[in-house]
Nanobody, 126 residues
Framework: QVQLVESGGGLVQAGGSLRLSCAASGSTFSTYTMAWFRQAPGDERKFVAAISGSGDGTYYLDSVKGRFTISRDNSKNTAYLQMNNLKPEDTAVYYC???????????????????WGQGTQVTVSS
């Protein structure tokens, strides 16, 4: 089991930026696909972005393309989500998650991920 700890959330005005971090335990970090999901009040947890173990492959929710960038540093066992030009509709609790194996085309599916962090709140004011 991988322990994940998110950080970097906060309150920001529309148009601002935040950088989320997800620190993972263990020595096999580079073998996991990492993803970010988010959950707004009263809504289900939804996929935001994913990155392959090597970092060569990424995938984004359409509404965040061009604004968010997912990355990882395998030497630090850490994944990141750089969020620019934030909008009020980006307000949610953001979670990172790990996935070991599986088909790339299934990376947006919540049940494909084994381990989850506790979440970090992102609030964007208008």
């Amino acid at each position: 089991q991988v322990q994940l700890v998110e950080s970097g959330g906060g309150l920001v005005q529309a148009g601002g930026s935040l950088r989320l971090s997800c620190a993972a335990s263990g020595s096999t970090f580079s073998t996991y696909t990492m993803a970010w999901f988010r959950q707004a009040p009263g809504d289900e947890r939804k996929f935001v972005a994913a990155i392959s173990g090597s970092g060569d492959g990424t995938y984004y929710l359409d509404s965040v393309k061009g604004r968010f960038t997912i990355s990882r540093d395998n030497s630090k066992n850490t994944a990141y989500l750089q969020m620019n030009n934030l909008k009020p509709e980006d307000t949610a609790v953001y979670y990172c998650a790990t996935r070991n194996g599986g088909a790339w085309e299934d990376i947006t599916l919540r049940y494909e991920y084994e381990d989850w962090g506790q979440g970090t709140q992102v609030t964007v004011s208008s």
